[in-house]
């Protein structure tokens, strides 16, 4: 097993904790020096924040860390790819590195729709490795929908 593949593991035990209170399955963590600092996974319905998504909340735990709001030396690990405020808030933290499970085809701001992350514009861009256990990360969210879908569905039933 690879050190990214090691560190994604870990991300996608975050992403399980957020299916357990039944929100989106996405994990993250952040490494410095070879360990674990941060980590997080998305908590939006639970706090009812649209800031609390996995990665905000593990930059958050990683700034408290270090002492400084720039992540310069870290690696994020990400179950999916990060949306644009996520993507925005990692470039303004200074991460060095993002590692990607599966990419987001809707709202991915790091190569799908839009690449915030590399950005020759900007003052910081993020070296990028994409699709690390893509299969479990990518699973794991189709799956989660999939339950979603047809919770919902026999919920109408049950009202009709």
Avoid at 94 to 122: H, P, T, W, Y
Wanted: glycine share 6%.
């Amino acid at each position: 097993m690879t050190e990214d593949e090691k560190f994604m593991k870990a991300a996608l035990a975050q992403a399980k904790k957020a299916a357990a209170i039944d929100e989106v399955p996405i994990g993250c963590v952040i490494v410095y020096e070879g360990k674990i600092i941060a980590r997080g996974y998305n908590k939006r319905n639970k706090e009812k924040n649209t800031l609390s998504h996995a990665e905000m909340n593990a930059i958050r735990k990683a700034s408290k860390y270090l002492g400084d709001w720039r992540l310069e030396g870290c690696t994020m690990y990400i179950t999916l790819e990060p949306c644009p405020m996520c993507a925005g808030a990692i470039v303004q933290a200074r991460v060095d590195r993002v590692v990607i499970g599966s990419m987001n085809a809707k709202a991915g701001c790091a190569g799908s729709v839009l690449n915030v992350l590399q950005e020759r514009r900007f003052n910081h861009q993020v070296e990028l490795t994409k699709d690390v256990l893509h299969e479990e990360c990518s699973s794991m969210l189709s799956e989660f929908f999939r339950e979603l879908r047809e919770r919902r569905k026999k919920e109408k039933e049950k009202c009709i």
